[in-house]
């Protein structure tokens, strides 16, 4: 296989306990050709004394500097988008820092994309972590079977050159859509825009449901509104190529949020 240089992301926030775990599953890794960037964005536990415990070459870590939004969805990609600038790999990998890689994710996602030249977005599937055990995600065959769910943004990789486009593009469209995640713009992105989306029928990484994510319970009011978001988000990126007025998910799900926003 010829050796790509992978950039392994991780974004922290208040994640010490988990961080240790998520650090040694990317030094763990089959495939070796690799640099692991960290970025803590002003973490108030202990993260940053694990962080600074490790001396390995191939891990550097920076602090945020900055003020932060206050918006987990774009804080987070903040985290990121500080990572990609200095990412050298032609291959990125994501990973929040609360979930983990199994052993051999690098080698297999590097496989296709050497594989598929067209191909410049993989998810994987996850593991799903919680309380009752570790469970696995089954594989549909295109992004709208997984709607309005794509993979976490730890099951995501791309060619360097996708992140270029996706940023030149600046469809990140702020304001409107601040709680859609990162991780399903680029999606969207790959899907509609590039065509160049893939999903990977392996379980390759391990997602631990926790902390900000319980802010999204199911069926909850932050969960219709991300929901209601991310519909009008993809209508905008698929330039209304989908129409969603005879779908009765959507109309459900606009209902309801028209309801929200009255009695919240």
């Given amino acids: 296989m010829k050796k ?6 991780i974004a922290n926030y208040n994640n010490a306990k988990f961080l240790d775990r998520s650090i040694q599953s990317c030094l763990n890794q089959s495939y070796k050709n690799l640099e692991i960037l960290i970025h803590d964005d002003r973490s108030s536990d202990k993260s940053l004394s694990v962080l600074k415990k490790y001396k390995n070459k191939s891990i550097k870590f920076f602090q945020n500097k900055s003020k932060k939004s206050g918006i ?17 790999g032609h291959i990125i990998f994501l990973l929040d820092s609360d979930d983990y890689f199994k052993k051999n994710k690098v080698y297999e996602v590097i496989k296709i994309f050497k594989k598929k030249d067209k ?6 599937l996850p593991l799903l972590k919680s309380a009752n055990g570790i ?6 065959n295109n992004i709208l079977s997984f709607w309005p769910y794509l ?14 486009k996706f940023i030149k593009k600046n469809l990140v469209i702020e304001k409107k859509y601040n709680n859609v995640w990162l991780g399903f713009r680029l999606g969207i992105f790959a899907y509609f825009i590039t065509k160049s ?32 978001n991310s519909y009008r988000y993809l209508n905008k990126i698929s330039k209304n190529k989908i129409i ?13 949020y028209s309801i929200l926003k009255v009695i919240k």
Avoid: M
């Fill in 151 to 164: 993979a976490p943004e730890s099951c995501i990789s791309f060619r360097r050159k996708f992140i270029d």
């Fill in 244 to 256: 969603f007025n005879y779908r009765i998910d959507y109309l459900v799900t606009k209902f309801i």
């Fill in 135 to 140: 469970k696995k995600k089954k594989n549909k």
């Fill in 72 to 88: 987990s969805a774009i804080d987070a990609k903040n985290s990121y988008y500080k990572l990609i600038k200095i990412a050298k």
């Fill in 4 to 9: 790509y240089l992978a950039s392994i992301l």
């Fill in 119 to 124: 191909i410049d977005f993989i998810q994987n």
């Fill in 197 to 228: 989306f893939y999903s990977l029928n392996k379980n390759l990484t391990v997602y631990e449901s926790h902390g900000e994510s319980k802010k999204y319970n199911f069926l909850g009011y932050n969960w219709f509104i991300r929901r209601f």
